[in-house]
């Protein structure tokens, strides 16, 4: 079982905000707005050369690539500890440990299984996340007590796209649990959020697995629905929100490695893009007349011209801001609406790919060589202000995505969490 004592805070050298006082919380996968945007304001808009001042460090959090989560006054996560995948919670004040809680056995057999993916999704008094096996958990956020639990496999034939394991961070809307076990005929499923109860699930022929992406919410006129990447032959897939039935789907981005970025979706336009050489596409959704929705390509870049790995995209006015090519984070600026390449770099200032996020008119982007870079959101042209080191960063691949809530920035780095304080003085 777990031992307690692995769990360790280190180097409290400043006193947190108050979080309730603050109200800007990052209780889910990419944020408020699953946008990757914080809208919150008065922060740095420099760092000093060896980084932010550190409010605290923790350590033994076991290993793992998911991005944390912060609301209510603590920071939520998952990770491998011993024999145990888990689920953690650490107070958002200093970093002490609040609980852990197992998830499901470590499982051994997956892609750089060094832990976790999924990134915990805060609703109310309940926290919901994912195991790499796809172990689907609902806890309590005050002590980390199982309330109901699914199993992507067992319950729904569910099914990976590639070796990598299951890596989505699932969506709360209303009443739903909206999560992605990957087969056929539950390519989406939809849960009651508070027993697990199914509701509806949505049949994909040829969804080809589960996509390394998470689902986002979008709307055409009265016709809600969600977005997402599956497998090769779905690519980029919308259903209808009331009843899980398939809208559409764009396979042009797909491939059968991995289909990772959350899509970002505004008004009428949708825009994805994938690694592996795939690519980048504009797309348009107008009603098809039949109550359904279609859409049509404005405009689709092949991979040499356009592509993102696994970092992700943020929209800021009329532009996304992004990382492009395989394996690498060259910072990008596209218009929105046209897909038109605004500007582009050769090189980034840190190397392999790069994880976007976004505050007060920043870009917060973290490099997989553990380099943290902070840019200007300028549509004008690419202004890079300040970078630092992650300290005693990992010597595996520094995946997981800035995390910007009350004052305060969160980088996961495997074992520790460090959370830095870039409230401007």
Same mark, same amino acid.
């Given at each position: 079982?777990?031992?307690?004592?692995?769990?360790?805070?280190?180097?409290?050298?400043?006193?947190?905000?108050?979080?309730?006082?603050?109200?800007?919380?990052?209780?889910?996968? $990419?944020?408020?707005?699953?946008?990757?945007?914080? $809208?919150?304001? !008065?922060?740095?808009?420099?760092?000093?050369?060896?980084?932010?001042?550190?409010?605290?460090?923790?350590?033994?959090?076991?290993?793992?690539?998911?991005?944390?989560?912060?609301?209510?006054?603590?920071?939520?996560?998952?990770?491998?500890?011993?024999?145990?995948?888990?689920?953690?919670?650490?107070?958002?004040?200093?970093?002490?440990?609040?609980?852990?809680?197992?998830?499901?056995?470590?499982?051994?057999?997956?892609?750089?299984?060094?832990?976790?993916?999924? @990134?915990? @999704? &805060?609703?109310?008094? $309940?926290?919901?996340? &994912?195991?790499?096996?796809?172990?689907?958990?609902?806890?309590?956020?005050?002590?980390?007590?199982?309330?109901?639990?699914?199993?992507?496999?067992?319950?729904?034939?569910?099914?990976?796209?590639? !070796?990598?394991?299951?890596?989505?961070?699932?969506?709360?809307?209303?009443?739903?649990?909206?999560? @992605?076990?990957?087969?056929?005929?539950?390519?989406?499923?939809?849960?009651?959020?508070?027993?697990?109860?199914?509701?509806?699930?949505?049949?994909?022929?040829?969804?080809?697995?589960?996509?390394?992406?998470?689902?986002?919410?979008?709307?055409?006129?009265?016709?809600?629905?969600?977005?997402?990447?599956?497998?090769?032959?779905?690519?980029?897939?919308?259903?209808?929100?009331?009843?899980?039935?398939?809208?559409?789907?764009?396979?042009?981005?797909?491939?059968?490695?991995?289909?990772?970025?959350?899509?970002? &979706?505004?008004?009428?336009?949708?825009?994805?893009?994938?690694?592996?050489?795939?690519?980048?596409?504009?797309?348009?959704?107008?009603?098809?007349? @039949?109550?359904?929705?279609?859409?049509?390509?404005?405009?689709?870049?092949?991979?040499?011209?356009?592509?993102?790995?696994? !970092?992700?995209?943020?929209?800021?006015?009329?532009?996304?801001?992004?990382?492009?090519?395989?394996?690498?984070?060259?910072?990008?600026?596209?218009?929105?609406?046209?897909?038109?390449?605004?500007?582009?770099?050769?090189? !980034?200032?840190?190397?392999?790919?790069?994880?976007?996020?976004?505050?007060?008119?920043?870009?917060?982007?973290?490099?997989?060589?553990?380099?943290?870079?902070?840019?200007?959101?300028?549509?004008?042209?690419?202004?890079?202000?300040?970078?630092?080191?992650?300290?005693?960063?990992?010597?595996?691949?520094?995946?997981?995505?800035?995390?910007?809530?009350?004052?305060?920035?969160?980088?996961?780095?495997?074992?520790?969490?460090?959370?830095?304080?870039?409230?401007?003085?």
């Amino acid at each position: 079982m777990i031992c307690q004592s692995v769990f360790l805070v280190l180097s409290m050298v400043l006193p947190a905000a108050d979080t309730e006082a603050a109200g800007f919380d990052w209780p889910q996968w $990419r944020g408020p707005q699953r946008d990757g945007v914080s $809208r919150e304001t !008065g922060l740095l808009k420099k760092w000093p050369a060896d980084g932010p001042p550190i409010a605290w460090k923790a350590t033994g959090l076991g290993g793992s690539y998911c991005t944390p989560s912060v609301a209510g006054g603590k920071v939520f996560g998952m990770g491998y500890v011993n024999d145990e995948e888990v689920i953690w919670a650490v107070s958002e004040k200093d970093g002490s440990q609040l609980w852990m809680k197992k998830v499901a056995t470590k499982a051994g057999k997956f892609g750089h299984n060094t832990g976790s993916r999924s @990134t915990p @999704t &805060v609703d109310g008094d $309940r926290v919901y996340a &994912v195991g790499i096996n796809g172990d689907l958990i609902c806890v309590k956020a005050a002590d980390g007590e199982t309330v109901w639990t699914k199993n992507y496999a067992k319950d729904f034939s569910g099914k990976m796209m590639s !070796g990598w394991g299951y890596s989505e961070s699932v969506l709360i809307d209303g009443d739903k649990v909206i999560c @992605t076990p990957g087969a056929d005929k539950s390519a989406i499923v939809a849960l009651d959020k508070k027993t697990g109860a199914t509701i509806w699930q949505s049949e994909v022929a040829g969804a080809g697995g589960a996509g390394y992406s998470s689902i986002v919410k979008a709307q055409l006129g009265k016709v809600k629905m969600y977005v997402t990447l599956l497998g090769k032959t779905a690519g980029c897939v919308a259903v209808n929100a009331d009843n899980g039935k398939l809208l559409w789907k764009y396979a042009k981005v797909g491939n059968g490695t991995a289909n990772i970025p959350t899509v970002v &979706v505004k008004d009428d336009t949708v825009f994805c893009s994938t690694g592996y050489g795939t690519g980048t596409a504009v797309l348009k959704m107008s009603p098809d007349g @039949t109550d359904g929705v279609k859409i049509d390509e404005i405009v689709f870049h092949p991979g040499k011209t356009l592509q993102n790995h696994h !970092g992700g995209m943020v929209l800021i006015g009329d532009h996304v801001y992004m990382g492009h090519a395989h394996n690498n984070g060259f910072p990008t600026c596209v218009e929105f609406k046209t897909g038109k390449i605004v500007w582009q770099e050769d090189r !980034g200032p840190g190397t392999g790919s790069a994880a976007f996020s976004a505050a007060d008119g920043m870009l917060y982007v973290r490099y997989e060589n553990g380099l943290m870079a902070l840019i200007e959101a300028n549509p004008e042209e690419y202004k890079l202000i300040s970078t630092f080191r992650i300290p005693n960063h990992s010597t595996l691949k520094s995946w997981p995505h800035p995390v910007i809530a009350n004052g305060k920035l969160y980088i996961r780095d495997q074992d520790q969490l460090i959370c830095f304080d870039v409230k401007a003085k």
